[in-house]
């Protein structure tokens, strides 16, 4: 692709996720290129690594009594940062190290996450409770901080907030540069082009371009499961995240799960996967925590979600009172808590979403060209991009199923298009790779993050 007048390669992100700032970061710290990340985000960039904060504004979609919820940090999507198994996360690593440093991230106490297993601690309670061994963190002041710390860096870059690239014809190229437009008005005209986001719409927008083969590999299903074998397209599960607040005294939840424990992995009830008390996270420049009342969140099971997903911007109110009854009945059976014991009657405040295209159930794993092999250097994958057409994709769906999968996808990107080197060859397009189930995610149902 040609430069522009002054030398540098403007570049459209779209994305504002995790991966898509990453990417734009990177590229920002090069002389030669000028990103811009266009994201759907109304408030503030993350994608699903975000928050509702004191002071946001209401959205459709939701049950709410009164203003409780709004007046707290909850994270309603991505909840924990860890680093991934395996080798080429070493950067990550750093990275993590350098956020808690500087106090964007903050380290879970020792013993405060947990699996909730099958088993007997005593006569009256079916459950276990194990601790889950490794370094977690969360975001201080929320998990938002996170994709903040990326965007405010000391290399910036423009984001465009609250844009929804059309995506029927929202990008085209036309001759040596994508356009780019939001219902039929130019946002402006590139030299590169980054999908960073995935599911049906990064699908629609590149199906009418000539980068067919990157495109081929947008094309998403949407199940609950993949197979052991990986399967032949992208697959995303679907997750209902119910947040509620309820009386701090006599709190049921508490009396189960004791006062230092934060978060859970449910293990033991097929609707549900997490559980985390969002009062119990400590945030700089917050008041102790509240004396009146807890917010709890639970994300459900994919399979739970798929059997009564709905559409997500706007979920039916029936569907609202049906779904949120049904998981806290859930997570009373799983804690073993009587009869009545927690019931809509005892929730002060509550907001039901759904999470539509949430984790990738299998990754995209590139082979070498020449020999066939996955064993191919580390940074020529997790990622993808087509010279011909100046376009790349990154994402979580192509490394790993975590916050670290997505960073590292977009800083693999950003650093092979700054190499002279290689970014004239295209990577990680097929036919030379093939889907990799993950076993993290296939088994928790809410991504690889330990």
């Known amino acids: 692709m040609k430069a522009s007048t002054d030398g540098t390669k403007s570049v459209a992100v779209i994305g504002g996720g995790i991966a898509g700032l990453a990417c734009a970061a990177t590229l920002s710290k090069s002389d030669k290129y000028v990103p811009t990340v266009f994201d759907t985000g109304r408030l503030r960039p993350g994608g699903r690594c975000s928050s509702r904060l004191p002071g946001d504004q209401g959205t459709k979609g939701g049950a709410s009594k009164t203003q409780i919820l709004d007046s707290g940090v909850v994270d309603h999507a991505a909840q924990i ?90 990008v085209k190229l ?60 992208m697959t995303l599960n679907s997750i209902y995240s119910y947040s509620f607040a309820i009386k701090k005294e006599g709190s049921p939840l508490t009396e189960k799960l004791g006062e230092e424990i934060i978060s859970c992995y449910v293990k033991n009830h097929p609707k549900l996967r997490f559980v985390t008390c969002q009062t119990r996270k400590e945030h700089d420049g917050e008041k102790l925590r509240n004396e009146r009342f807890e917010i709890w969140t639970v994300l459900s099971s994919p399979t739970f979600a798929k059997k009564f997903k709905a559409p997500q911007e706007n979920i039916p109110v029936d569907t609202v009172d049906e779904v949120s009854v049904l998981l806290l009945e859930a997570l009373s059976e799983s804690l073993g808590l009587s009869p009545g014991a927690l019931n809509k009657e005892d929730i002060l405040d509550s907001r039901l979403q759904l999470w539509g295209a949430a984790v990738p159930l299998n990754t995209w794993k590139t082979n070498s060209t020449a020999t066939g092999s996955t064993d191919v250097p580390e940074a020529e994958s997790g990622f993808l991009f087509d010279s011909d057409f100046g376009v790349g994709a990154c994402g979580d769906w192509l490394l790993d199923s975590s916050i670290g999968g997505a960073w590292t996808s977009g800083v693999r990107l950003a650093e092979y298009m700054m190499d002279d080197n290689r970014n004239t060859v295209n990577a990680g397009l097929p036919p030379h790779g093939e889907f990799s189930a993950s076993r993290a995610a296939h088994q928790d149902g809410i991504g690889s993050i330990r």
């Not at 929320?142 to 059309?166: C, N, T, Y």
């Not at 590139?190 to 947008?218: E, Q, W, Y």
């Open 174 to 233: 036309n001759g040596d540069k994508w356009r780019v437009q939001r219902n039929g008005k130019p946002l402006g005209a590139f030299d590169h082009l980054i999908i960073a986001h995935n599911g049906k719409c990064a699908d629609r927008l590149m199906s009418k371009t000539p980068a067919k083969k990157l495109h081929s590999l947008l094309r998403t299903n949407f199940a609950a499961t993949v197979p052991k074998w990986g399967g032949k397209r």
């Open 81 to 170: 940062v860890s680093i991934p198994k395996g080798k080429g996360f070493e950067a990550f690593e750093s990275q993590v190290r350098q956020w808690e440093a500087d106090g964007v991230l903050k380290k879970f106490p020792d013993g405060s996450v947990c699996d909730v297993v099958d088993g007997t601690k005593s006569k009256d309670e079916g459950f276990q409770l194990k601790k889950v061994n490794g370094e977690m963190w969360y975001g201080n002041g929320g998990m938002s901080a996170l994709p903040e710390a990326i965007a405010s860096g000391k290399h910036e870059f423009r984001i465009e907030q609250d844009v929804w690239v059309s995506p029927g014809n929202g």
